[in-house]
């Protein structure tokens, strides 16, 4: 699908048609999504540059992702998407600024970009020009990326609040093991999405990087660049704390799941060193002697019931007294 931004009267994001064969007067930023070969071949046609394929935006290294051809500035970045409705994905979108057009080629839906093409109709002055087209539209890029950051940030305090609950009030019991797994599994789908996001930040920091330095200086976009680049600065390093924190909260809390294990094991281990004296006495008089000298005394039943009491009783108090329960 191809649409077009015209800034005019009408101010409108709208679609085009390839059987026109030609672009409107005007058109200042060239949106492909999901573009099909014909509607490829009609833009490259039209505008003169070379439309970059899925292929070519997935490579890694970085003079496969920033370089100037043919008078145009190419820039793929890794955008993070779904981070807000906790599916985070990340895709490849390739950004082509020519002295006329921008052109966009996407191969996902992405919130900011709906956005900045609404803001965009109501205020014409975003899109007036290519150079300040790309750089309000990474500023909605950022913004976006900053709320999915925010949002993690959200769900690692709700995370530790709940890690690290204990009862403070009769009947409120502690987190039981099976929570605390729910906990590492939230943890692991938090890692995702902030890995995605600070991946975006980190590849639209190179971007912008190289904007700065490559972008015709008649375009005026250091100001905007500058002020870009600072705010991907302070996305990193929050996502990097916030990377730390997680790593933190996932080994405290293995480490919570480790003290309710073995909290349950010395219980066991108690209950069997306080009924192992009873037992021994019990089987003790179970014997089969005839010269057994409780046998036919009145007292030996309640004797041999309070010495298996006792038995049982003396070792639990012995081991509050040293503090092991």
Not at 54 to 68: G, K
Request: aromatic share 8%; proline share 5%.
């Amino acid at each position: 699908m191809l649409r077009i931004f015209t800034p005019n009267d009408e101010m409108a994001l709208t679609r085009i048609d390839v059987a026109s064969g030609r672009l409107p007067e005007g058109t200042v930023w060239i949106d492909m999504l999901h573009p099909t070969r014909e509607e490829e071949l009609f833009i490259e046609g039209v505008t003169g540059i070379q439309v970059p394929t899925p292929e070519e935006m997935l490579e890694i290294e970085t003079s496969s992702r920033l370089y100037a051809e043919n008078g145009a500035l190419y820039m793929t970045a890794t955008l993070a998407t779904g981070v807000m409705k906790d599916a985070p994905e990340s895709h490849s979108v390739g950004f082509v600024l020519t002295p006329v057009h921008l052109i966009t080629v996407r191969y996902a839906e992405i919130v900011a970009f709906e956005r900045f093409a609404s803001h965009a109709e109501r205020n014409a002055a975003l899109c007036d020009a290519p150079g300040m087209a790309l750089v309000n539209l990474l500023d909605a890029v950022v913004d976006r990326l900053a709320d999915g950051i925010e949002h993690v940030a959200g769900e690692v305090d709700a995370i530790s609040k709940q890690a690290f609950r204990r009862a403070r009030r009769r009947g409120e019991g502690r987190v039981s093991n099976l929570a605390l797994q729910s906990l590492i599994t939230r943890l692991g789908a938090a890692q995702d999405a902030l890995s995605k996001s600070r991946e975006s930040a980190v590849t639209l920091a190179r971007a912008v990087g190289w904007l700065n330095f490559s972008a015709p200086r008649d375009m005026a976009l250091g100001p905007h660049l500058k002020s870009l680049q600072r705010d991907l600065t302070s996305l990193t390093d929050h996502a990097s704390y916030m990377g730390a924190n997680i790593t933190f909260l996932l080994d405290a809390t293995l480490g919570l799941i480790s003290i309710e294990q073995n909290a349950v094991l010395k219980i066991f281990s108690v209950s069997a060193i306080v009924f192992m004296p009873p037992t021994l006495v019990a089987g003790i008089y179970g014997m089969n002697f005839d010269s057994l000298p409780e046998l036919h005394w009145a007292l030996g039943y309640p004797w041999a019931l309070t010495l298996m009491v006792a038995s049982a009783v003396l070792p639990y108090l012995f081991f509050r007294w040293r503090g092991w329960l």
